[in-house]
T-cell receptor, first 113, second 114 residues
């Protein structure tokens, strides 16, 4: 069955460092991969999308890579700030059937001042 | 506000009650979704509506009944729920079902079944 794993439940880093979150998947061939941010008690907010034929995407301090051979995406936040503390979800979509999004369980990032 | 509004934000209901969750979007999107989010579990897709037609029912028990009267509104009718149904219920919308440009989520309804 299709499975998405995000590297760890929680990640703690110091302000100013680069946070790197991992998303691995099996038994799936997505056309695209998305990253969302979720704050406590709120719904997820879309951040970035990367397509299967793209290696890297950037948006301000965010960078996403996508390796379809390794079946892995890396999500980087450079010069991290305490305001970046949140749960980050990866989601895969665009397969042949309904195109529905399948989500990972999320990684909670804590950036300490 | 994201453009997707869910009401109520919090709901406590007994196992014999009947209640409804409401979702509204005025983004012009034509696909709407219900997701369930339980603690430490991935978001679980429950229902998908595209152009007001249900296109997916992800093996959801019949005590959950969705309704999409038009492209801007989505309801989730609840009856005889179980305590394990307590969770955050999220509504989302997108332009097109296979839209790579992201879903817009509401803030969710925190449901507690007692």
């Amino acid at each position: 069955s299709q499975k998405i794993e995000q590297n760890s439940e929680a990640l703690n880093i110091q302000e100013g460092k680069t946070a790197t979150l991992t998303c691995n998947y099996t038994n799936y061939s997505p056309a695209y991969l998305q990253w969302y941010r979720q704050d406590p008690g709120r719904g997820p907010v879309f951040l970035l999308l990367i397509r299967e034929n793209e290696k890297e995407k950037r948006k301000e301090r965010l960078k996403v890579t996508f390796d379809t051979t390794l079946k892995q995406s890396l999500f980087h936040i450079t010069a991290s700030q305490p305001a970046d503390s949140a749960t980050y979800l990866c989601a895969l979509g665009g397969s042949s059937n309904t195109g529905k999004l399948i989500f990972g369980q999320g990684t909670t990032l804590q950036v300490k001042p | 506000e994201t453009g997707v509004t869910q009401t109520p934000r919090h709901l406590v209901m007994g196992m014999t009650n009947k209640k409804s969750l409401k979702c509204e979007q005025h983004l012009g999107h034509n696909a709407m979704y219900w997701y369930k989010q339980s603690a430490k579990k991935p978001l679980e897709l429950m229902f998908v509506y595209s152009l007001e037609e249900r296109v997916e029912n992800n093996s959801v028990p019949s005590r959950f009944s969705p309704e999409c009267p038009n492209s801007s509104h989505l309801f989730l009718h609840l009856h005889t729920l179980q305590p394990e149904d307590s969770a955050l219920y999220l509504c989302a919308s997108s332009q097109g079902q296979n839209n790579p440009y992201g879903y817009t989520f509401g803030s969710g309804t925190r449901l507690t079944v007692v």
